[in-house]
């Protein structure tokens, strides 16, 4: 849905695609905010150009990314930014063993009937089920147990509707919710139907969405995410689009960047992607 946003960005996507390009690195990684590479970043790096149509120069990413070979020292995040990273790249780039090596190092994150970032855990997370299950997707093989992750991420489900990433913090959230629509849909789950409410009760009238109803300002990763699952699930964008469009656009800056909320001055790759997938869902 971000190739979308050009519709939006005009003549300024050419902005966007210098920005993105100023972080990528001699050594073939996109730089985080400390400027050093980062697996988690050149995911977004990545997507944000080919979202752009933007060339890459996909054999100094690749030599970069072939360095982290089957992924066995990285922790969960980064493994599933390993597997994104080549499907984005180059599907065909890693051999069948290399892929279900990655896959078993997936496999000791498996927390109960789901998936946890931190191994050992008796619960699963909705994100560690939604990067986990797009990891597997990614990898182009089948996701372990299915029916446990949906179990797991059945019981993440809160009274009110929306959905806690973890079930020791009983607090409902925009990210968690948007995570659960993006994975109940990829994996054709039933949604309860009170999800998209209790969802777009996180949207402030006149701008985003909050990560939380009493959040005290929205942020772009909730917006985009919430717009994506919200899309997802066939919900008609129109009647916020307009307030949607000019929260996104406040967190624009000349560089060809986007800001995570108004109180953050840095620019990084991610929220610059999370920018493009919102105008791509707000450009219909």
């Given at each position: 849905m971000a190739r979308l946003a050009p519709k939006v960005l005009g003549e300024s996507a050419d902005l966007?695609?210098?920005?993105?390009?100023?972080?990528?690195?001699?050594?073939?990684?996109?730089?985080?905010?400390?400027?050093?590479?980062?697996?988690?970043?050149?995911?977004?790096?990545?997507?944000?150009?080919?979202?752009?149509?933007?060339?890459?120069?996909?054999?100094?990413?690749?030599?970069?990314?072939?360095?982290?070979?089957?992924?066995?020292?990285?922790?969960?995040?980064?493994?599933?930014?390993?597997?994104?990273?080549?499907?984005?790249?180059?599907?065909?780039?890693?051999?069948?063993?290399?892929?279900?090596?990655?896959?078993?190092?997936?496999?000791?994150?498996?927390?109960?009937?789901?998936?946890?970032?931190?191994?050992?855990?008796?619960?699963?997370?909705?994100?560690?089920?939604?990067?986990?299950?797009?990891?597997?997707?990614?990898?182009?093989?089948?996701?372990?147990?299915?029916?446990?992750?949906?179990?797991?991420?059945?019981?993440?489900?809160?009274?009110?509707?929306?959905?806690?990433?973890?079930?020791?913090?009983?607090l409902a959230n925009a990210p968690g919710t948007a995570a659960a629509l993006a994975l109940y849909r990829?994996?054709?789950?039933?949604?309860?139907?009170?999800?998209?409410?209790?969802?777009?009760?996180?949207?402030?009238?006149?701008?985003?969405?909050?990560?939380?109803?009493?959040?005290?300002?929205?942020?772009?990763?909730?917006?985009?995410?919430?717009?994506?699952?919200?899309?997802?699930?066939?919900?008609?964008?129109?009647?916020?689009?307009?307030?949607?469009?000019?929260?996104?656009?406040?967190?624009?800056?000349?560089?060809?960047?986007?800001?995570?909320?108004?109180?953050?001055?840095?620019?990084?790759?991610?929220?610059?992607?999370?920018?493009?997938?919102?105008?791509?869902?707000?450009?219909?």
């Amino acid at each position: 849905m971000a190739r979308l946003a050009p519709k939006v960005l005009g003549e300024s996507a050419d902005l966007v695609a210098a920005f993105l390009r100023s972080r990528l690195l001699d050594e073939g990684g996109f730089m985080n905010r400390e400027g050093k590479a980062d697996l988690y970043y050149t995911v977004f790096g990545i997507e944000g150009l080919l979202a752009l149509r933007q060339d890459l120069p996909k054999d100094s990413i690749a030599a970069w990314l072939r360095q982290f070979g089957d992924g066995r020292k990285l922790d969960f995040v980064h493994l599933c930014c390993l597997a994104r990273s080549w499907a984005a790249l180059d599907p065909s780039a890693l051999s069948l063993d290399t892929r279900q090596a990655l896959a078993a190092h997936l496999e000791f994150h498996r927390s109960g009937t789901g998936y946890h970032p931190a191994p050992g855990r008796d619960q699963g997370s909705a994100y560690g089920c939604l990067l986990a299950c797009a990891a597997y997707e990614d990898l182009a093989l089948p996701v372990p147990d299915p029916t446990g992750v949906k179990a797991c991420m059945d019981d993440l489900l809160c009274e009110d509707g929306g959905w806690t990433n973890e079930k020791k913090i009983l607090l409902a959230n925009a990210p968690g919710t948007a995570a659960a629509l993006a994975l109940y849909r990829r994996m054709h789950w039933d949604l309860p139907a009170t999800s998209i409410s209790w969802l777009m009760n996180c949207r402030q009238p006149d701008s985003g969405f909050l990560a939380f109803p009493k959040a005290p300002i929205p942020d772009l990763l909730s917006t985009a995410v919430a717009l994506h699952g919200l899309s997802g699930a066939g919900v008609d964008l129109g009647a916020i689009k307009e307030p949607s469009l000019d929260f996104v656009d406040s967190l624009w800056n000349a560089e060809g960047g986007f800001h995570g909320n108004w109180t953050d001055h840095t620019l990084d790759c991610e929220y610059t992607y999370y920018g493009l997938l919102a105008l791509g869902h707000l450009s219909l």
